[in-house]
């Protein structure tokens, strides 16, 4: 490898890093009078939880547009925590004042186009005109605001699973306006005071006015959102350090957790993490087509920095619900764990066979899966509260995280099975001993995959027995965990059995991707049991697509061998020529040492 | 004698004149033959394909049938039935295909205890032909020794674990566990100051319909109709159509449900009503016809020669030598939510005959273990009559079981995988 080649890596690796840290910068806007950035840190209580502004604007924009972000009238592209302050600033009181006094206040929060309204029919409901982008402003359909309630009051009777598009779009729609409503009436929905004493509650500014008189409930957070709606930075900025001051005093811990929690919505480490796996994933392909060596040592190195992002995440999650070993706690997080383990999984193959697979493998499913989190946490707050009896952190921490772990050791043995039957049927590179070494990885995932899912499952046992004396519930979650194990023991008895060869076990470890996906997903959409976290229908579609792709992939690894691209290199008994076939096989000592006398290439994903 | 051994393999084997064998010996043969067809692996994957499928139709039968109906129809049953319907099902969820779709018929399939057995008998067969004890394979018997009793284990509980509710009033006692799967109708009149007569008829005899009579029942019972599963109207019947003469059912009307829902996700159960006409014993005069219902939460008056009797069709009741008194019961929210925070009972335990009377808190995850039997806060109900704790009640002997099997099957896994996985990493280091 010449030293330009061996620089690669470093390089890439050293721009992802200043990548990763420019991202971590302030924004923007902290350089603006108004010191919007640290206002979005202070803690505040909702639905049950203390968190940043910041997370309630991106939170409340993300269910109503779908965007984390707004276009304002001047067409900038603005931050949640303004559209936020803008509601604050566009309620009953400032109407109120403007219908005395004349236009005094700009009510900006109703001009914005932030609802997102995809239905024709409720658009036409409204009397709007589809426009691209399918955002409209309260403003633009307040007078037909009676027309929308009536029809949501009729939808409201029936049951939620038989709605017509048209009848979703308007319950949609509705929910969206309540929570634009509790917004812009936060004098009595948000609670904004801090308790004095560990006994007491948050209060809002009502229940302070009541209690401390109007002096007390003035201070703080309202009269910045006066001071913002008379646009006067300076008591904005004046106010916001005193408050920050005085809470800081009384909640210094939920001080430091809310302002954590912003940094972490404004460096969005997810959003950093799928794509650095997207382009891990580019690199692992182009290493295929040439400069194999230095293409995969820097897939390989980008894809360990990206981990590292992905488990730092994780971590600050775990700070942020206090909650300790505790990785998954909704669908979401499961999604983000399961994609954690996937890459470190697939990263350590890599580290064991050296043969480029590992690194393209992790960064697929690291980007899938992200990609699968961040549909998954759209529509709400991913650090909600849970329900009392999950409520324990030992069994989270302990059965749920096994459960998950024998998902995703289930998932790589899945794509393994993928990456045998594809690499086999499209292109020449599997051969005899590319095979030999994917079975040997397959194999020992799949134990892996047994051992976890089963002790998960026996641990989501016993915590059952402890909590309603049931060790088994045959509850739909529990059967799909069960189908899980069944699946795993199968393939491996087949194997012991000599039923299956290589070829066999492939295609059926693709089949248990189609478990799993069950047992993720598909059991949650019967709407039966304990583990039931509500009906999706775009994950119905979603698990649909995805089951039809892993059979068209099983239908593919059935084709009979002469049809197989790579028919004639599977009766080769030594791996596919590096240079020649870019497409990398294994390669274990021996040949790596022999070929190196030969003055081929070979290579090792890290430093020598 | 190893001296002796290695001399005779030296040698050449001296040919033995053949000989038929012997039928005992033949019929040995025959039996390990027999075994090693049974221990095959190409069975073991045969019955693993069977169970996957018939836990899978169970999950999807849960949609239209609830847990309990799928539990014994399926997974504690020798023969399932599986509907054709539950497969329209599916494609309900998942394929779009249309709501209207129903498709009758039903195909037989091996149940859960024949599923189990076979492959206790595959598992055994197993180990008896090709037991040998090796460190290798110490992980792999470990571990299914833990599966044989994982599976006994599910048989003891289906066969023997009961499972009940015990609900209390705030303020209030109690000393009997309700059996949530079978009514009864009840009798009930005063002994003495602090005792009751009870008299209860099984619903199954009220299912069969017909006369009911017995020497302890203060009337004699005729069945006029009876409906499994019901919901009652809000609005009393036309005179001239309502089946009921007397007591409650002059207000409300029964209402036919498809029955067989059992529990789905909010608890649901099987409401049965019925008519029946009481008679007097002795002149066999009839007293009016009455609908009795499990939706009553209050028992109906009857009089017979002067004696008040409250009768009632409730849940199936066994009582307890102990008596539980809730003191407190505290359910909280999460500030400013309605999300559920914290459920717990105060419960006050009296039990004369181990002169116990002490104070425990039942909550979440929290469970009071007593007498055999365990307690567990199942739900928190407020209505207009009051604030009610539901506790459930388990009685499983065979709860260590899993316990046990657990620890040897993960153990033995562990242990098996490790093996393989140092003796994997020892080969790359070696290679």
């Known amino acids: 490898m010449s030293k330009a080649e061996s620089l690669v890596p470093w390089v890439l690796v050293g721009l992802a890093v200043i990548y990763l840290i420019a991202m971590m910068a302030p924004p923007i806007e902290s350089a603006a009078p108004m010191r919007l950035d640290e206002f979005a840190a202070l803690p505040l209580e909702d639905e049950g939880r203390v968190k940043p502004y910041d997370t309630l604007a991106r939170n409340s924009l993300m269910i109503i547009s779908s965007r984390q972000t707004f276009v304002d009238e001047d067409g900038h592209t603005q931050p949640a925590i303004r559209w936020l302050l803008d509601v604050m600033t566009s309620g009953p009181l400032f109407q109120a004042a403007n219908q005395q006094q004349g236009p005094k206040f700009a009510l900006a929060g109703e001009k914005h186009q932030v609802f997102r309204i995809d239905n024709p029919e409720v658009v036409a409901l409204l009397g709007l005109k589809r426009r691209e982008g399918s955002r409209y402003a309260l403003a633009e359909f307040r007078d037909r605001l009676d027309k929308l309630e009536q029809e949501a009051k009729r939808i409201a009777k029936k049951d939620p699973k038989g709605l017509t598009p048209y009848e979703k779009g308007v319950h949609d729609l509705a929910s969206h306006l309540q929570l634009y409503i509790k917004l812009a009436n936060w004098m009595e929905t948000l609670y904004i005071f801090p308790p004095s004493t560990p006994d007491e509650e948050w209060q809002t500014f009502q229940e302070t006015n009541a209690e401390a008189g109007l002096k007390a409930a003035l201070s703080g957070v309202p009269t910045m959102v006066m001071a913002y709606a008379r646009n006067d930075a300076k008591t904005f900025n004046a106010e916001l350090e005193a408050f920050r001051k005085q809470v800081g005093e009384l909640r210094p811990a939920d001080v430091r957790r809310s302002g954590t929690e912003a940094f972490f919505n404004h460096f969005a480490p997810f959003y950093q993490c799928t794509l650095l796996y997207i382009f891990v994933f580019l690199l692992g392909c182009l290493s295929w087509l040439g400069w194999t060596r230095p293409l995969n040592r820097a897939a390989f190195w980008l894809a360990v920095v990206t981990l590292v992002v992905h488990t730092l995440a994780l971590i600050a999650r775990m700070y942020l619900m206090n909650r300790w070993f505790v990785f998954v706690t909704n669908l979401y997080s499961s999604a983000v764990f399961i994609g954690w383990g996937c890459v470190a999984l697939c990263l350590l193959l890599e580290k064991l066979f050296h043969n480029g697979l590992g690194n393209v493998l992790a960064a697929f499913c690291g980007a899938v899966t992200m990609l699968v989190a961040h549909h998954l946490g759209s529509d709400g707050d991913t650090l909600a509260l849970l329900q009392p009896v999950l409520d324990t952190n030992f069994w989270l921490a302990t059965h749920v995280t096994c459960v998950t772990m024998g998902y995703t050791a289930t998932f790589v043995a899945g794509f393994l099975g993928v990456a045998y039957i594809l690499g086999g049927v499209i292109t020449p590179w599997l051969s005899k001993a590319t095979a030999k070494t994917l079975t040997q990885m397959l194999y020992g995932v799949l134990c892996f995959a047994t051992l976890m899912s089963f002790t998960g499952t026996v641990l989501g046992g016993i915590w059952a027995d402890q909590s309603w004396g049931r060790f088994w519930g045959w509850d739909p979650k529990e059967n799909g965990a069960l189908l899980i194990v069944i699946w795993n023991a199968l393939v491996l008895h087949a194997r012991w059995g000599g039923m299956i060869k290589p070829r066999g076990m492939a295609v059926l470890a693709v089949v248990g991707n189609m478990v799993t996906g069950w047992s993720w997903f598909g059991t949650n959409q019967l709407g039966v049991g304990l583990h039931a976290y509500g009906f999706n229908d775009t994950l119905a579609t979603g698990l649909v697509v995805f089951w039809v792709t892993q059979l068209a992939v099983i239908g593919m690894g059935l084709l009979p061998l002469r049809f197989w691209a790579s028919h004639e290199t599977l009766l080769l008994d030594k791996p596919t020529n590096l240079e020649d076939k870019p497409l990398v096989p294994a390669v274990d000592k021996r040949h790596r040492k022999r070929s190196t006398k030969r003055g081929e290439a070979s290579y090792s994903p890290g430093p020598a | ?431």
């Open chain 2, 1 to 431: 004698m190893s001296e002796t051994s290695i001399q005779a393999r030296a040698n050449p084997v001296p040919v033995l004149p053949e000989r038929a064998p012997s039928p005992r010996l033949s019929r040995f043969r025959y039996l390990r033959k027999g075994l090693r067809a049974l221990a095959s692996l190409r069975l073991t994957v045969f019955l693993f394909v069977l169970s996957m499928f018939l836990v899978f139709c169970g999950t999807l039968a849960m949609m239209d049938h609830g847990l309990w109906a799928t539990l014994s129809q399926y997974f504690r049953a020798f023969l399932a039935w599986i509907p054709l319907q539950v497969f329209v099902r599916l494609g309900q969820v998942f394929f779009g295909v249309p709501t209207s779709w129903h498709v009758a018929g039903s195909f037989p399939f091996p149940g859960g205890w024949t599923l189990g057995a076979a492959l206790l008998v595959n598992l055994l067969a197993a180990h008896i032909v090709r037991f040998r004890f090796t460190w290798k394979r110490a992980g792999i018997l470990l571990l299914h020794t833990g599966l044989l009793l994982l599976m006994l284990g599910e048989l003891v509980t289906g066969l023997f674990a009961v499972e009940g509710v015990m609900t209390i009033p705030v303020d209030g006692s109690c000393n009997y566990v309700e059996n949530t799967d079978q009514m009864e109708l009840a009798f009930v009149w005063p002994a003495d100051a602090h005792n009751d007569h009870v008299v209860v008829v099984p619903d199954d005899l009220l299912r069969q319909g017909g006369a009911i009579r017995h020497e302890a029942l203060p009337v004699d019972i005729d069945v006029v109709r009876y409906v499994a599963n019901s919901t009652l109207t809000e609005d009393a019947p036309p005179p001239a159509q309502n089946l009921a003469t007397r007591g409650f059912g002059l207000e409300t009307a029964v209402l036919e449900q498809p029955p067989g829902r059992g529990v789905d996700a909010n608890q649901k159960r099987d409401m049965p009503s019925a008519y029946i006409t009481l008679k007097d014993k002795k002149t066999g005069q009839g007293l009016g016809t009455y609908l009795v219902s499990a939706w009553f939460s209050v028992p109906q008056k009857v009089e017979v020669d002067g004696t008040a009797y409250q009768m009632s069709l409730r849940f199936r009741r066994s009582y307890r030598p102990f008596t539980f008194h809730l003191k407190e019961l505290r359910y909280e929210t999460h500030h400013g939510t309605s999300l559920a925070k914290e459920y717990a009972s105060v419960i006050q335990v009296i039990d004369p005959e181990h002169g116990e009377d002490r104070e425990v808190t039942i909550y979440m995850n929290h469970p009071l273990y007593y007498q055999g039997e365990t307690f567990y806060q199942a739900n928190v109900n407020v209505t207009k009559a009051g604030e009610f704790t539901g506790l459930q009640a388990v009685r499983n002997p065979g709860w260590p079981i899993p316990y046990v099997a657990c620890t040897l099957v993960s153990g033995g896994m562990a242990l098996h995988f490790l093996l393989h996985l140092r003796d994997f990493l020892r080969r790359k280091v070696l290679s």
